[in-house]
């Protein structure tokens, strides 16, 4: 059984060897271009079925990020409807046969998370400057700076290792199932596998969300304009 | 097979199954407080379910690093090499 660890690579370019992961990762991010080019190509304000079902998830990440972060999702929605599309496809991946999710191995993942925490300073700097970002490590008090500054490189890596440890344990565990017994036995564990899926590229994106909103109200110049009250439950009417 | 080997497939599974029941009592600790937040206020079911999965997404965290450290036992081992 080959160590889920490493990547083999698939075919070289000059070079650069090409794993099947980033082939794979490469098919996903064409077909969800291409597929967002089509649609809102032909946008109606009449919408067709098909768009009124893209609508809907628009929507429906909207209403999240409005609750997740209790601000506006228009400067948000690219980055987090980005990232949920990608990881819930990539997870959803293993359903064509003989397709092995990107997000199974560890590089994709890093990437990923590399990109959430470059959005967390690129969001933070854009709201309070780099000043009002750099202030964010000083909160609550300047004792806190040193835990600050590694809470923000753990936790990318606790994302990493999360996103990479679910998706991979699944793929690994219909592997071990698969070699041990026959053909329809797999199946309730890739149904399992499917809503692990579905439910880490949810989280995946909600963590974003709260990083990005961490920093964000943090870094703002007057913290009255964040409402606290709000985020405690029971307290609203 | 020398006793390094032994030793890390003995610690691997030690680390999966021991690292398993601390997340799995927090998790159903956590399930059975959302469970009764629900039921007291089920108006609320939406911000507790989203908050629980989180809560449970970072919980199961901990045992995803025991399954890491014994997948580096089992196939990255340094000191086998």
């Known amino acids: 059984m080959n160590s889920p660890l490493s990547s083999i690579p698939l075919f070289h370019i000059g070079p650069v060897p090409i794993s099947s992961a980033v082939a794979v990762t490469w098919v996903i991010m064409a077909a969800l271009v291409l597929g967002a080019i089509a649609l809102s190509r032909c946008l109606k304000l009449v919408p067709s079925a098909t768009q009124a079902v893209f609508e809907l998830v628009v929507e429906t990440v909207d209403a999240q990020i409005r609750d997740t972060m209790r601000v506006g999702p228009a400067p948000y929605r690219a980055f987090i409807g980005t990232l949920f599309a990608f990881i819930f496809v990539a997870n959803w991946s293993s359903l064509i046969p003989g397709v092995e999710p990107p997000t199974a191995h560890l590089e994709t993942d890093a990437a990923l998370a590399l990109i959430v925490f470059l959005a967390v300073i690129w969001f933070g700097i854009r709201a309070g400057g780099v000043r009002g970002y750099l202030a964010t490590f000083a909160t609550p008090s300047p004792l806190m700076i040193p835990l600050n500054f590694l809470e923000s490189i753990t936790r990318t890596f606790s994302l990493l290792v999360r996103l990479f440890g679910n998706v991979m344990s699944g793929v690994f565990v219909i592997g071990i199932v698969l070699s041990l017994a026959g053909l329809l036995v797999p199946i309730p564990l890739m149904a399992l596998d499917l809503l692990t899926g579905a439910v880490q590229a949810y989280i995946f994106a909600v963590l974003a969300m709260v990083f990005i909103a961490g920093t964000v109200s943090e870094g703002k110049e007057d913290p009255e304009s964040s409402n606290p009250d709000s985020l405690i439950p029971g307290t609203h009417p | ?81």
């Not at chain 2, 927090?26 to 089920?42: C, F, H």
């Not at chain 2, 108006?43 to 199961?60: C, P, Y």
């Open chain 2, 1 to 81: 097979m020398n006793w390094l080997a032994l030793a890390s497939i003995v610690s691997a599974a030690m680390a999966v199954s021991f690292g398993a029941i601390g997340p799995a009592l927090a998790e159903g600790r956590a399930v059975a407080a959302a469970m009764d937040a629900i039921a007291r206020q089920p108006e609320a079911a939406n911000t507790i379910s989203r908050t629980l999965f989180v809560g449970l997404a970072m919980i199961e965290t901990m045992a995803i690093y025991c399954l890491v450290i014994a997948l580096l036992l089992l196939f990255a081992n340094p000191l086998l090499k």
